[in-house]
């Protein structure tokens, strides 16, 4: 069978790759939508063929739960939103694949995986890389260690962005879980982790802020070091201000890269003497197509709920080691 998903929220990210990937995967297919805006509900109907029955908006959304054409609900909303429809999701007896960062804070996490659990439906998150060849080959390297122990870490997700171009949007706005650490730098936490395959245990931060007239609320640029138990570290940015992302990973015999690390497509790398070569596939597709089969079957999701929470731990210790002027913050 394949699984009916609902997109929850019509924005740049379901719009642009989600709905277009739904037309693609063989697993699973966009039976639903939930929107706030009127006028995308026709729009989407008619694009997409859904049924009137199957479109819902913020305020009857628990109702999908007398929806057997709904197995999945997808959170494509702004960051502080992604705990109430997780969890509205859950109660609603439906599995749940949530956007990055998964919320909040680490605490939020706790309670959004506590309520998929209590209604038996499972939780993942929407790491697309974690379905990407070249992520997967750095993830298997962090196993092996062909080059010793990997003892230093440089991971910058960088999207440069206008803000004067959208001045109102939820990602300049602190409450909603703006900021470019969430946006970006979440990805820059993800690669230290995946690539270290270890977890931090401590962090020290720093902000800077070249256009303070557009980034009020939040920074524009916020650099971390992440310290591993065994006294390797991990330099992480997440930043608006430019438009390249890489990652580097220095081990005591040898180095190897990743440059772009986090985007869509054109992930390259290699070692400094040999590029790596794998295939190029369809992020979204593959994602949900895995994760549906996961759900479906019951097995093991390759991107557990935990993931999520655990780079939330870390971002919670980045914002506090800020606010306490770049003091070392236990983990
Ligand atoms: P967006 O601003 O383009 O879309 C957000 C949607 O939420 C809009 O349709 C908006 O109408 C709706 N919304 C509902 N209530 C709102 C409110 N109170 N304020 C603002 N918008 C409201 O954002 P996006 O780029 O689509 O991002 C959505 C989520 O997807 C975020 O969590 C983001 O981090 C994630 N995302 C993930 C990837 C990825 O590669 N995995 C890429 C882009 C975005």
Not at 10 to 35: E, F, K, M, N, R
Not at 86 to 106: D, F, S, W, Y
Request: charged share 20%; glycine share 6%.
């Amino acid at each position: 069978k394949k699984l009916g998903v609902a997109l929850v929220g019509l924005g740049y990210y379901s719009t642009d790759l989600l709905a277009p990937a739904l037309q693609h995967t063989q697993q699973c297919y966009l039976s639903a939508i939930v929107t706030g805006t009127k006028a995308k509900e026709s729009q989407w109907a008619s694009q997409y063929g859904i049924k009137n029955s199957n479109i819902y908006n913020y305020d009857n959304f628990d109702d999908i739960k007398n929806n057997a054409d709904i197995d999945i609900v997808y959170v494509v909303l702004p960051n502080s939103m992604h705990k109430e429809f997780t969890i509205r999701a859950a109660q609603a007896g439906k599995h749940v694949i949530c956007e990055k960062p998964m919320a909040l804070n680490a605490i939020e996490c706790e309670e959004m995986i506590l309520a998929c659990k209590k209604n038996n439906v499972r939780l993942t998150i929407g790491y697309r890389l974690h379905f990407e060849p070249y992520t997967q080959h750095i993830m298997s390297l962090g196993k092996s260690l062909p080059f010793g122990d990997i003892k230093y870490i440089q991971a910058a997700a960088e999207f440069r962005t206008q803000p004067e171009d959208f001045p109102n949007s939820w990602r300049l706005k602190k409450s909603m879980g703006g900021g470019w650490m969430m946006d970006m730098g979440i990805y820059a936490i993800q690669a230290a982790r995946y690539s270290k395959q270890m977890e931090p245990v401590a962090v020290t931060a720093q902000t800077a802020n070249s256009r303070p007239q557009y980034f009020k609320e939040v920074t524009e640029t916020t650099t971390a070091q992440l310290y591993f138990p065994d006294g390797s570290l991990a330099q992480i940015t997440g930043t608006a201000a430019t438009f390249v992302g890489n990652l580097t990973v220095a081990a005591a015999d040898g180095q190897y890269y990743l440059s772009p690390f986090w985007t869509y497509e054109g992930i390259r790398g290699g070692t400094l003497s040999k590029p790596f070569d794998f295939p190029l596939v369809h992020q979204q597709v593959t994602q949900l197509d895995e994760m549906a089969i996961s759900i479906r079957d019951n097995l093991p999701m390759r991107v557990e709920a935990e993931e999520g929470l655990k780079d939330m731990r870390v971002m919670d210790a980045i914002f506090r080691s800020i606010a306490l002027g770049g003091k070392k913050v236990i983990i």
